[in-house]
């Protein structure tokens, strides 16, 4: 099986501008997580969709979001970018949302915002 | 404090040495997971542990419930070892992923 691909791997954008990051699961998975980790607070859960529902969500500004489609492929946008906002971007799939359930990372997506 | 502990924040080993990776967390939880992270930026998933004790190869992770506490043992290490390990809980009450700093382990030959 194919393994969690996300697009683009790498991103320079500006300030004020919006990011759209892509995260496709491994096929069968309905779960995907999105992740951002700054070396100055490390990783940081985004939110969680299952089933195209936004199953669960961390403690970010609205400017975040994200949807999840009909074949599980998952989207997140940030809009009106801050320099803070500069991360790497991971999202991960597993088949369920169980407790029990491994997640698989993606490569992730590197975000510059100049 | 953060809510995951883990220490120490890095590591140098000579290859062969027993490695020792520890976390503390101060939430209740569901599961608890090991992840590897090497530069460049993947992750990949060693365990996941909501009790007891996982061996996977040269990789051995324990979790004491009421002590909230797991450790991560790395026994003959090697260079290839090297890589930051991640401790993450799974919140009980609110089902979030928290994660830990991360340990940097160089091993040199």
């Known amino acids: 099986k194919a393994g969690v691909t996300q697009t683009p791997r790498y991103l320079i954008k500006t300030r004020g501008q919006q990011v759209t990051l892509s995260c496709s699961p491994i096929s069968g998975h309905r779960s995907v997580s999105w992740y951002q980790q700054t070396p100055g607070q490390g990783l940081q859960f985004l939110f969680e969709?299952?089933?195209?529902?936004?199953?669960n969500k961390g403690n970010f500004p609205g400017r975040f979001s994200g949807r999840q489609f009909s074949n599980s492929r998952s989207e997140m946008n940030v809009s009106t970018l801050e320099l803070g906002d500069s991360a790497l971007y991971l999202c991960?799939?597993?088949?369920?949302?169980?407790?029990?359930?491994?997640?698989?990372f993606g490569p992730g997506t590197r975000l510059l915002v100049l | 404090k953060n809510e995951v502990e883990q220490s120490p924040q890095n590591l140098t080993a000579q290859e062969g040495e027993f490695i020792t990776i520890n976390c503390s967390y101060s939430v209740g939880i569901s599961a608890l997971h090991w992840l590897q992270q090497h530069p460049g930026g993947g992750i990949v998933s060693l365990f996941m542990l909501s009790s007891g004790k996982k061996k996977h190869g040269r990789l051995i992770a324990t979790i004491n419930i009421q002590e909230k506490h797991s450790s991560l043992h790395i026994t003959a290490s090697h260079p290839r070892d090297s890589a930051v390990y991640i401790c993450?809980?799974?919140?009980?009450?609110?089902?979030?992923?928290?994660f830990g700093t991360g340990t940097r382990l160089q091993v040199f030959p």
């Open positions: 991960a799939s597993s088949a369920g949302t169980g407790f029990q359930e491994t997640q698989y």
């Open positions: 969709y299952f089933s195209e529902t936004q199953r």
């Open positions: 993450a809980v799974r919140s009980y009450n609110t089902d979030k992923l928290i």
